[in-house]
C-alpha cells in the first residue's frame, strides 16, 4: 500500500524509530498528517493503538528531533531568503528636490 502523498514524513519518522507498523493507525485512527498534529496526542492515544512504553519514547524523541529540524530549518529560510531579497532589491532612496 502506497501512502498518501503528505504522510511520507511520518512513515520516514516512524521508520527511524523502528514504528512502521503504526503507520496506518497514527494517520487513520488518531489523524496524523501533519507534525503539528502531534501537540494534540497523548499517551494514552499511543497505548489505544496499540504502542508499548519504550515505543512511545522513542516516537516522542523523534517528534522533538523533527520539530527542532523544521524549526531551525524554517528560521534559516527566513533569514536567507530576506537577504536574497535584499541583494535583488536593493533599497529605493527618493531624492528631495
Known amino acids: 500500500m502506497q501512502p498518501e502523498e503528505g504522510t511520507g514524513w511520518l512513515l520516514e519518522l516512524l521508520s ?11 494517520r487513520d485512527d488518531l489523524n496524523v ?4 498534529h502531534f501537540e494534540y496526542v497523548k499517551n494514552e492515544d499511543l497505548e489505544k493503538i496499540g504502542m508499548g512504553r519504550p515505543g512511545q519514547r522513542r516516537l516522542w524523541e523523534a517528534v522533538k528531533r523533527r520539530k527542532a529540524l523544521c524549526k531551525r530549518k524554517s528560521w534559516m ?3 536567507f531568503s530576506g537577504k536574497r531579497l535584499e541583494a ?10
Do not use: A, D
Open 16 to 26: 527511524e524509530v523502528q514504528l512502521q507498523q503504526y503507520f496506518l493507525r497514527l
Open 33 to 36: 498528517t501533519r507534525l503539528s
Open 77 to 79: 529560510s527566513k533569514v
Open 88 to 97: 535583488e532589491f536593493p533599497p529605493h532612496h527618493s531624492q528631495s528636490t
